[in-house]
């Protein structure tokens, strides 16, 4: 063959197009053809992919980040995602809230029912045993 050059296109290579799952390393030169490479399809232990392979670029992959302190890992990090990251504080503060409304729920029940009583003079409940009595008097009698 004979190189191209700005004079003489006779025997120039042409330029072609990478295949489906392959991206372009460098474009074609007058005296070099297309060069491609195949696709990267996963990343590596302890990355994660960013952007998938493209026809201009292969796919991107960086470092998984570390859940720092104050921090536990509730999802880890996999070749198709970062790992998530939640706040202990969260978890502690929602354990206080309920047992705080628990706290109340509980006192405020135990406030009702000695209001209750000490309202009526434990009436409420004398009466229906009076009342009991009463009818079986009646039977007795009868």
């Not at 990343?43 to 952007?51: D, I, K």
């Not at 720092?68 to 939640?86: A, L």
Request: proline share 6%; charged share 20%; with cysteine.
């Amino acid at each position: 063959r004979t190189p191209c050059t700005a004079t003489s296109q006779t025997d120039c290579v042409g330029c072609q197009t990478c295949g489906v799952d392959e991206y372009r390393v460098t474009a074609c030169a007058p005296n070099a053809p297309t060069q491609c490479a195949k696709c990267s399809r996963e990343c590596a232990s302890g990355r994660y992919m960013t952007s998938p392979c493209t026809p201009a670029s292969d796919a991107t992959c960086v470092p998984c980040t570390e859940c720092g302190s104050g921090y536990w890992t509730s999802r880890p990090c996999s070749t198709s995602g970062n790992v998530e990251c939640r706040s202990i504080y969260v978890w502690v503060g929602a354990g206080l809230g309920a047992a705080v409304a628990v706290a109340l729920l509980v006192a405020g029940t135990v406030f009702v029912r000695h209001r209750r009583v000490a309202g009526s003079g434990g009436g409420d409940r004398a009466a229906p045993l009076l009342e009991h009595a009463a009818i079986q008097e009646e039977d007795v009698e009868r």
